[in-house]
């Protein structure tokens, strides 16, 4: 049954002020937990239990961002993530209850900017909300701030002014998260970086437990750019081949 509500937060001075969020989840327990703790954050939020119901509220609501369960009933979350980024872009932090990595890079491939495996921290999702809300601000301020030059790695093209990816002269479609990790790895090609590296790089995340999602990452990553691009220095991390001179 469709269940949806909004709440709004009386308090105004936090850094998630007026920013909305929408949680799809089925679970009540889940949700009110998640809508207390994002409305003590300062955000303004509204749920929907049910796939149909998020798509319809996402569309009638305009979101900045997207909380999204992968086990819904209408249909699931993996399918409210390619209707709700067929109507505008948005990021969307998936919720999945298994521990599967083909879920993982599933809900990335449909446009998912990062993924939590339950049980997590409240805190934790917070900082992850936070985190996805100032990349979308950095990526819009990077539109007005045109950055000189596009670089070039052999067929490898990224345009850091409008935030396009090109291999051999093709676009390739990368959600910012993406974009970002790959940025960050071509900012210092062939050199190794660590997992923690790029977490607290890309995702502002000093928390090692969550280095499972800089690989998730980087393997959505090789499927869209070509896997031999992606080097792995195995108990180390990962460096950005580019062309021998």
Same mark, same amino acid.
């Given at each position: 049954m469709e269940q949806t509500h909004t709440s709004h937060s009386n308090t105004t001075a936090t850094p998630g002020a007026q920013r909305r969020v929408?949680?799809?989840e089925d679970d009540p327990t889940i949700v009110d937990a998640i809508a207390a703790r994002l409305r003590a954050e300062g955000f303004v939020v509204q749920t929907a239990s049910d796939g149909p119901a998020a798509v319809d509220t996402?569309?009638?609501w305009?979101?900045?961002l997207l909380i999204l369960d992968i086990m819904l009933p209408g249909f699931d979350g993996l399918e @409210?993530? %390619?209707r709700v980024q067929a109507q505008r872009p948005v990021p969307v932090l998936m919720l999945t209850a298994r521990?599967?990595?083909t879920d993982m890079l599933v809900g990335l491939g449909v446009g998912a900017d990062d993924y939590m495996t339950k049980p997590f921290s409240m805190r934790e999702l917070a900082a992850r909300v936070h985190v996805l809300l100032r990349r @979308?601000? %950095?990526a819009a301020l990077a539109a007005t701030t045109p950055r000189s030059g596009i670089l070039r790695l052999g067929e490898l093209e990224i345009d850091h002014a409008q935030r396009r990816v090109r291999v051999r002269s093709e676009d390739v479609h990368l959600t910012p998260t993406e974009f970002d990790l790959l940025v960050?790895?071509?900012n210092t090609p062939r050199a190794v970086l660590s997992r923690e590296q790029l977490l607290a790089e890309v995702w502002d995340w000093a928390d090692a437990s969550g280095t499972r999602t800089v690989d998730s990452h980087i393997k959505a990553l090789r499927r869209k750019i070509g896997a031999e691009r992606i080097r792995t220095v195995h108990g180390v991390g990962y460096a950005l081949e580019t062309p021998t001179p």
């Open positions: 929408l949680v799809v996402a569309e009638a305009q979101p900045d @409210v993530c %390619r521990d599967d990595e @979308v601000e %950095r960050c790895l071509a």
